[in-house]
């Protein structure tokens, strides 16, 4: 089976939460050639007290989610964990060359993502 990543946690100055990076470890040839690049997000406050987050690939912003995706409405996830497991299961789409990625109402069921 093959390592998908370690996670490392590190400030930020431009960020007023945590930046996370991701690291693979071991890669197949049969991995999207993506996860050599190197994979950051951010948790991310909206004005309405709501949370969302940003992707970055090489320090370029590719995804800036600022609410919950695959449901009706704009609603900001709930609390900085609901919007952080959604970030992970992104950029695990992202490592496995789901671009872009797309989130299903059953991912955001079997995270236990609060709306």
Do not use: C, R
């Amino acid at each position: 089976m093959k390592h998908i990543m370690v996670l490392v946690l590190m400030l930020v100055l431009h960020w007023p939460l945590h930046d996370h990076i991701y690291i693979p470890s071991q890669h197949s040839s049969s991995i999207a050639p993506i996860i050599q690049e190197k994979i950051t997000y951010s948790m991310i406050s909206n004005p309405d007290g709501s949370f969302g987050y940003v992707i970055f690939i090489n320090g370029t912003m590719t995804i800036k989610q600022e609410w919950v995706p695959a449901i009706q409405g704009i609603h900001g996830f709930n609390n900085k964990t609901d919007a952080e497991k959604m970030s992970v299961l992104m950029v695990n789409k992202i490592i496995n060359g789901d671009m872009p990625p797309a989130i299903t109402l059953e991912e955001i069921d079997s995270l236990n993502i609060t709306l």
